[in-house]
Nanobody
């Protein structure tokens, strides 16, 4: 069992930046691919970014490519999402997710086994 706890969300003006963190429990964190998803009110959960077990491979949704950066620190059991040049359309609840294998399974949320409770990001125009 893996427990994930997100933090770092908040209110920011358009063009601003935030860094989300996701702290994971368990000794096998470094064996898992990790991802960030988001869900806006009335919309389906949307893939944002993913990272392989070592951090050597990353994958981004087109909508955030060049603005967001996913990274991880296996010594701290933590994955991060650095978000720059934020837009009002980035407003959503952001979720951290873990996949039980080392490599990125893809953007489908059903591939991910464990989820955090989410953190709200609101971008004002």
């Amino acid at each position: 069992q893996v427990q994930l706890v997100e933090s770092g969300g908040g209110l920011v003006q358009a063009g601003g930046s935030l860094r989300l963190s996701c702290a994971a429990s368990g000794r096998t964190f470094s064996s898992y691919a990790m991802a960030w998803f988001r869900q806006a009110p009335g919309k389906e959960r949307e893939f944002v970014a993913a990272i392989s077990w070592s951090g050597g491979s990353t994958y981004y949704a087109d909508s955030v490519k060049g603005r967001f950066t996913i990274s991880r620190d296996n010594a701290k059991n933590t994955v991060y999402l650095r978000m720059n040049s934020l837009k009002p359309e980035d407003t959503a609840v952001y979720f951290c997710a873990a996949h039980h294998n080392t490599f990125i399974p893809g953007p489908d949320p059903t591939y991910y086994n464990w989820w955090g409770q989410g953190t709200q990001v609101t971008v004002s125009s």
